[in-house]
C-alpha cells in the first residue's frame, strides 16, 4: 500500500508546479526544449494525450513539465474550466477539467492561448497536472513522479571507504564496500548490502514511495535506544534498468542519523526530510 509519494532523494509528485530544491544547469529561467520521446497520458482508461512532438519545459525552481501539441490532446475528455492563472515567464493560462463521464479531475489541464515573449513556442500546446492523470509513459516504459529532468545525473560508484551509521548511540550499519550515490543537487547517499545492517533493528514499514530516476522504494523503522524511528531507512528491490547498482541495497537518511565516513562524523545534510 502507497502512504505516501515522497521519493528519498528528492521527487515530490505534488510539486509539479511548485517550488523543489534542485538546482539545473541551464542559465535561463525557463528552458524549451523537444524530447525526441513518445509521451502517453492516461486517465479512466482513455488515452488523454499521445504525440512524439512532446515539450519539456524546465523552470527554474519547478519540477519539469511536459507540454501536448493540442492535435495531440483527446479535447472530447477535456471541459473548458473558468479559472486563469499568470505567469510573469509565460503569460495568462486557461484551464480544463478531464471528464470522461464516469470520472472527472477538475482543472487538471491548462494551456498559454498568447504565451509572453520567450515562450511563444508553448503556443497551441496543452499541459496536465501529474498526479491528476492515471498514468504516464515515455515510449512503453511508464514514468512515476514527474518527467525526467535531462540536467539531473545519478551516478552511483562503488567504494571501498569505511561507513557507519549511528541512531540513538546505537550502531546499525557498518560496511567497507557501500555503493555512493550521487544526484544532482541533494546530498550524498551511502547504500549498505543487507549483510551489513543489523537488520534486528529494522522493522518493515508499509510506506512505499517512487522515483523517476530510480523505481518505487520500500522503507523500514529502525528501534534503537529505547526509540522508533519511522520510515528511516529504504531499499530499492527493483529499480529502474538505469539505476541496477542500488538493487536491494539499504540507505539511511542521514539527515536523521549519524554518519561516520572513514571515522569522521559527517556534516549532518539540511533538507525537508529533516526533523
Known amino acids: 500500500m502507497t502512504q505516501q509519494t515522497r521519493a528519498p532523494e528528492g521527487s515530490l509528485e505534488d510539486r509539479a508546479l511548485s517550488g523543489n530544491e534542485r538546482e539545473r ?7 524549451i526544449q523537444p524530447t525526441g520521446r513518445r509521451v502517453r497520458a492516461f486517465f479512466d482508461n482513455h488515452v488523454v ?3 512524439i512532438e512532446v515539450k519539456l519545459v524546465l523552470e527554474k525552481d519547478h519540477l519539469p513539465v511536459y507540454y501536448f501539441p493540442g492535435q495531440d490532446v483527446n479535447m472530447k475528455v ?4 473558468d479559472k486563469k492563472t499568470h505567469c510573469p515567464l509565460k503569460g495568462e493560462a486557461s484551464y480544463w477539467s478531464i471528464s470522461t463521464g464516469t470520472r472527472k479531475a477538475p482543472e487538471a489541464a491548462w494551456s498559454y492561448p498568447e504565451p509572453v515573449a520567450g515562450a511563444q513556442e508553448l503556443a497551441g500546446y496543452v499541459a496536465f497536472y501529474w498526479d491528476r492523470v492515471d498514468a504516464w509513459f515515455e515510449e512503453d516504459d511508464q514514468v512515476y513522479v514527474h518527467p525526467r529532468d535531462p540536467y539531473s545525473r545519478v551516478d552511483v560508484l562503488q567504494s571501498s571507504r ?3 551509521f549511528e541512531i540513538a548511540g546505537e550502531t546499525v550499519a557498518e560496511t567497507d564496500r557501500p555503493r555512493l550515490l550521487f544526484e544532482t543537487g541533494l546530498p550524498v547517499r551511502y547504500y549498505i548490502p543487507k549483510l551489513d545492517v543489523r537488520m534486528e ?3 518493515p514499514s508499509p510506506t512505499r514511495t517512487r522515483c523517476p530516476y530510480k523505481g518505487e522504494a520500500s522503507y523500514w523503522h529502525v528501534r534503537a535506544g529505547g526509540k522508533v524511528f519511522d520510515d528511516l531507512a529504504w531499499s ?3 529499480p529502474i534498468p538505469e539505476c541496477p547498482k542500488i538493487e536491494n541495497l539499504i ?6 542519523v549519524d554518519t561516520f565516513v572513514d571515522g569522521q562524523k559527517t556534516e549532518t545534510p539540511r533538507t525537508h526530510w529533516s526533523r
Open 25 to 31: 544547469s541551464p542559465l535561463s529561467a525557463l528552458l
Open 49 to 51: 494525450a499521445d504525440s
Open 78 to 81: 477535456l471541459e473548458p474550466s
Open 162 to 164: 569505511h561507513v557507519r
Open 201 to 203: 533493528f529494522l522493522d
Open 236 to 238: 530499492y528491490r527493483e
Open 251 to 256: 540507505c539511511f537518511f542521514n539527515e536523521r
